[in-house]
Protein backbone atom coordinates (compact mmCIF):
# COMPACT_ATOMS: atom_id res chain seq x y z
CA UNK A 1 0.00 0.00 0.00
CA UNK A 2 3.00 2.18 0.75
CA UNK A 3 4.14 1.93 -2.66
CA UNK A 4 0.94 3.12 -4.36
CA UNK A 5 0.84 5.95 -2.15
CA UNK A 6 4.44 6.74 -3.13
CA UNK A 7 3.91 6.39 -7.16
CA UNK A 8 0.48 8.70 -6.70
CA UNK A 9 2.49 11.16 -4.66
CA UNK A 10 5.32 11.33 -7.05
CA UNK A 11 3.31 11.11 -10.51
CA UNK A 12 1.34 14.02 -9.41
CA UNK A 13 4.29 16.04 -8.12
CA UNK A 14 6.01 15.58 -11.16
CA UNK A 15 3.22 16.15 -13.20
CA UNK A 16 2.43 19.51 -11.34
CA UNK A 17 5.50 20.95 -11.99
CA UNK A 18 5.92 19.88 -15.22
CA UNK A 19 2.47 22.24 -15.33
CA UNK A 20 3.95 24.91 -13.53
CA UNK A 21 7.25 24.47 -15.80
CA UNK A 22 4.72 25.34 -19.23
CA UNK A 23 5.58 22.12 -20.34
CA UNK A 24 3.27 21.03 -23.58
CA UNK A 25 -0.25 19.07 -22.61
CA UNK A 26 0.84 16.40 -24.30
CA UNK A 27 4.25 15.42 -22.07
CA UNK A 28 2.71 16.15 -18.74
CA UNK A 29 1.58 12.03 -18.16
CA UNK A 30 4.67 11.38 -19.58
CA UNK A 31 6.69 13.77 -17.01
CA UNK A 32 4.68 12.40 -13.98
CA UNK A 33 5.68 8.92 -15.13
CA UNK A 34 9.34 9.99 -15.17
CA UNK A 35 9.40 11.16 -11.59
CA UNK A 36 7.56 8.51 -10.31
CA UNK A 37 9.76 6.33 -11.60
CA UNK A 38 12.35 8.28 -10.41
CA UNK A 39 11.00 8.35 -6.76
CA UNK A 40 10.44 4.63 -6.50
CA UNK A 41 13.79 3.73 -7.36
CA UNK A 42 15.08 6.14 -4.30
CA UNK A 43 12.40 4.74 -2.13
CA UNK A 44 13.37 1.29 -2.81
CA UNK A 45 16.66 1.64 -2.28
CA UNK A 46 16.35 3.50 0.96
CA UNK A 47 14.14 0.65 2.00
CA UNK A 48 16.89 -1.54 1.36
CA UNK A 49 18.67 0.86 3.55
CA UNK A 50 21.10 2.09 1.40
CA UNK A 51 22.65 5.82 1.76
CA UNK A 52 20.28 9.00 0.68
CA UNK A 53 22.69 10.54 -1.41
CA UNK A 54 23.36 7.43 -3.31
CA UNK A 55 19.51 6.39 -4.02
CA UNK A 56 19.29 9.70 -5.11
CA UNK A 57 22.62 9.53 -7.45
CA UNK A 58 20.69 6.16 -9.01
CA UNK A 59 17.13 7.87 -9.15
CA UNK A 60 18.37 10.84 -10.36
CA UNK A 61 20.79 8.80 -13.26
CA UNK A 62 17.48 6.61 -13.89
CA UNK A 63 15.79 9.72 -14.72
CA UNK A 64 17.66 11.07 -17.03
CA UNK A 65 18.21 7.93 -18.54
CA UNK A 66 14.23 7.58 -18.88
CA UNK A 67 14.44 11.28 -20.15
CA UNK A 68 16.46 10.51 -22.90
CA UNK A 69 14.49 7.87 -24.06
CA UNK A 70 11.16 9.83 -23.64
CA UNK A 71 12.74 12.69 -25.38
CA UNK A 72 14.24 10.19 -28.58
CA UNK A 73 10.65 8.52 -28.92
CA UNK A 74 8.46 11.59 -28.77
CA UNK A 75 10.89 14.39 -30.29
CA UNK A 76 10.69 16.33 -27.23
CA UNK A 77 13.42 18.42 -25.55
CA UNK A 78 14.93 15.92 -22.91
CA UNK A 79 15.09 19.13 -20.33
CA UNK A 80 11.11 18.62 -20.33
CA UNK A 81 10.84 15.76 -18.90
CA UNK A 82 14.41 15.50 -16.60
CA UNK A 83 13.35 19.12 -14.87
CA UNK A 84 9.55 17.45 -14.15
CA UNK A 85 11.04 14.43 -12.89
CA UNK A 86 13.81 15.13 -10.30
CA UNK A 87 11.59 17.10 -8.49
CA UNK A 88 10.73 14.49 -6.28
CA UNK A 89 14.16 14.10 -5.47
CA UNK A 90 14.83 17.34 -4.60
CA UNK A 91 15.77 17.67 -0.40
CA UNK A 92 13.12 21.07 0.16
CA UNK A 93 12.37 19.50 3.16
CA UNK A 94 15.89 18.62 4.58
CA UNK A 95 17.23 22.52 3.73
CA UNK A 96 13.95 23.93 5.41
CA UNK A 97 14.63 21.98 8.43
CA UNK A 98 18.65 23.29 7.70
CA UNK A 99 17.33 26.94 7.93
CA UNK A 100 15.00 26.55 10.67
CA UNK A 101 17.55 25.40 12.62
CA UNK A 102 19.27 28.24 11.62
CA UNK A 103 17.22 30.52 13.04
CA UNK A 104 17.00 29.11 16.14
CA UNK A 105 20.62 29.03 17.05
CA UNK A 106 21.09 25.04 16.27
CA UNK A 107 24.46 24.91 14.22
CA UNK A 108 25.29 21.80 14.82
CA UNK A 109 22.13 20.31 13.59
CA UNK A 110 21.92 23.26 10.78
CA UNK A 111 24.94 22.74 9.72
CA UNK A 112 24.26 18.78 9.08
CA UNK A 113 21.19 19.33 7.50
CA UNK A 114 23.01 22.12 5.43
CA UNK A 115 25.69 19.32 4.47
CA UNK A 116 23.13 16.70 3.79
CA UNK A 117 21.10 19.17 1.26
CA UNK A 118 23.82 19.94 -0.41
CA UNK A 119 25.29 16.39 -1.23
CA UNK A 120 21.72 14.93 -1.92
CA UNK A 121 21.45 18.02 -4.50
CA UNK A 122 24.93 17.34 -5.97
CA UNK A 123 24.17 13.78 -6.36
CA UNK A 124 21.08 14.91 -8.63
CA UNK A 125 23.22 17.12 -10.46
CA UNK A 126 26.36 14.15 -10.42
CA UNK A 127 23.50 11.15 -11.58
CA UNK A 128 22.01 13.88 -14.44
CA UNK A 129 25.24 14.19 -16.17
CA UNK A 130 26.38 11.24 -15.49
CA UNK A 131 23.70 9.53 -17.72
CA UNK A 132 24.41 12.46 -20.40
CA UNK A 133 28.01 11.46 -20.47
CA UNK A 134 26.80 7.93 -21.31
CA UNK A 135 24.50 8.90 -23.59
CA UNK A 136 26.98 11.11 -25.45
CA UNK A 137 29.43 8.23 -25.49
CA UNK A 138 26.74 5.92 -27.20
CA UNK A 139 26.15 7.84 -29.55
CA UNK A 140 29.40 8.40 -30.58
CA UNK A 141 30.31 5.00 -30.82
CA UNK A 142 27.52 4.52 -32.51
CA UNK A 143 28.10 7.74 -35.77
CA UNK A 144 32.04 5.84 -35.18
CA UNK A 145 32.70 2.45 -34.89
CA UNK A 146 36.10 2.17 -35.38
CA UNK A 147 37.13 5.44 -33.11
CA UNK A 148 39.04 4.23 -29.84
CA UNK A 149 37.21 5.25 -27.05
Known amino acids: MIYIEQLLTSFIAAAAFGIIFNAPKRSLIKCGVVGMFGWIIYIILVMYEYDTILATLVA ?5 VISQIFAKVYKAPVIIFSVAGVIPLVPGGIAYDAMRNFVEN ?3 AAINLA ?4 MISGSIAV ?7 INQIIRNAKLNPKAKL
Open 115 to 118: AKAF
Open 60 to 64: SFVVA
Open 106 to 108: DYN
Open 127 to 133: GLIFSEV
